[in-house]
């Protein structure tokens, strides 16, 4: 039997991974004053009311402090591409277990049937009353860093993107207990990333918050730098790129601007793009993330072979795995529970530094820079960090009406 079979087989047999399951007995139903009448006719009128009266008491009355709402549309999910809201359903099943499994989070897959930007962002606006955080899945860039960033500003609800946010995370807390290993700065390592999509926009933007000064970013193209013809307005996030990175203007290929740099960081989606010559050019304790799944950019033990000291996959089946299944749950129960509004990149950056001391100086070795996925360390700590950032947030929003008045 191959994995293949296997796979389809506990599908088949399973009918669906994931169900809902209800809180209460009706054991006494018929009862006068039985449940029947606490949780349905007539009795729950009156919390319908409440509610009606005051929308936050949603979150003390239903499920709503514990929902989560998975959105994809199926356009890129994967290493499998354009496959169909239908198509996309098993994995977002699957995202739910881990959800239920790693955060006792109650995440329902909602893979709707348009790839339209407008609909998609009024579908989760019509839908927020139901959920207390919003996950975005699976939809292909840049489409999803403008949905993204427009739901952020336009509902009341928490947005985390996991190719955006999650693996951002996850890659900086990676990266940073890395560096201790390779005894090298943030603020002194070039870094290039190749992958100019969500994942890597995402890692940009939290290695340039976090203090790394040398990014360059390639694309297909070659090196992305201010200037560059084909760069325009028509898609701001590269644009972004484009200003904030490559202070030397770097043109080239991938093979050209990895000479000299510390950390690869592969988010490209394409297999075997890293060959001996280019981990080679690399300094000395040379730092590969190759994130790419299900086929890295290149093999582990190949790159450790041409010179790397350090190399990282997205795949389970090979030491260091950067999940950002290590990330969401934790992220989520702790977005939940304080009843956040959204997501800021100081708040990222703090997640992954306090997810990287996890792994404890002892235990830290070239094959062991990350905690594991259900590490039970993960979710207090990333609780007690995105309730300090939240609180600093309000002192200084408060410290700044205050300096407005006077």
Excluded at 26 to 40: K, M, P, Q, T, V
Excluded at 172 to 200: D, H, P, Q, T, W
Excluded at 281 to 295: C, G, H, Q, R, Y
Aim: net charge neutral; hydrophobic share 40%; proline share 4%.
């Amino acid at each position: 039997m191959t994995l293949r079979d296997d796979a389809i087989n506990l599908h088949r047999m399973l009918k669906g991974k994931i169900e809902i399951r209800s809180r209460v007995s009706l054991d006494n139903a018929a009862e006068e004053r039985g449940i029947l009448g606490l949780i349905y006719t007539p009795g729950v009128a009156y919390v319908a009311l409440e509610i009606s009266s005051n929308k936050k008491l949603a979150y003390d009355y239903t499920s709503k402090w514990n929902n989560v709402a998975i959105i994809c549309d199926g356009t890129r999910v994967l290493g499998l591409g354009n496959i169909g809201p239908e198509g996309a359903l098993p994995i977002m099943e699957g995202k739910s277990v881990l959800f239920k499994a790693l955060g006792d989070i109650n995440a329902i897959p909602l893979c709707i049937d348009t790839q339209d930007k407008e609909e998609i962002i009024r579908f989760v606006k019509l839908i927020q009353p139901n959920f207390g955080a919003i996950n975005i899945e699976d939809i292909e860039s840049p489409k999803v860093l403008e949905i993204v960033e427009r739901l952020t500003k336009e509902v009341s609800i928490p947005v985390f993107h996991d190719d955006q946010h999650g693996t951002a995370i996850i890659t900086l807390a990676a990266l940073i207990n890395a560096l201790r290993l390779a005894n090298k700065e943030l603020g002194k390592v070039r870094v290039v990333i190749s992958g100019s999509g969500s994942a890597g926009y995402g890692i940009f933007k939290i290695l340039q918050t976090a203090g790394c000064k040398d990014i360059v970013v390639t694309d297909t193209r070659g090196a992305i730098f201010d200037g560059r013809v084909d760069i325009d307005n028509q898609n701001p996030y590269k644009k972004d790129i484009s200003i904030n990175t490559n202070f030397r203007k770097l043109n080239g290929t991938l093979m050209e601007v990895i000479r000299k740099s510390d950390v690869f960081i592969g988010v490209s989606g394409k297999a075997d793009i890293l060959n001996k010559q280019m981990i080679e050019s690399m300094n000395k304790d040379a730092i590969v993330f190759a994130l790419s799944n299900p086929d890295p950019e290149i093999i582990p033990n190949r790159a450790l072979e041409y010179g790397a000291r350090i190399v990282a996959t997205g795949r389970s089946d090979f030491p260091n795995q950067i999940n950002n299944a290590v990330v969401f749950p934790s992220v989520f129960r702790a977005l939940l529970d304080l009843r956040a509004n959204n997501l800021s990149e100081d708040m990222l950056v703090s997640v992954a530094q306090a997810i990287a001391s996890i792994v404890e100086d002892v235990h830290l070795r070239n094959d062991y820079i990350i905690p594991k996925v259900d590490d039970p360390r993960i979710l207090p700590i990333v609780t007690k960090t995105i309730k300090k950032v939240l609180g600093r947030h309000i002192k200084n929003n408060v410290r700044s009406k205050t300096d407005t008045r006077k």
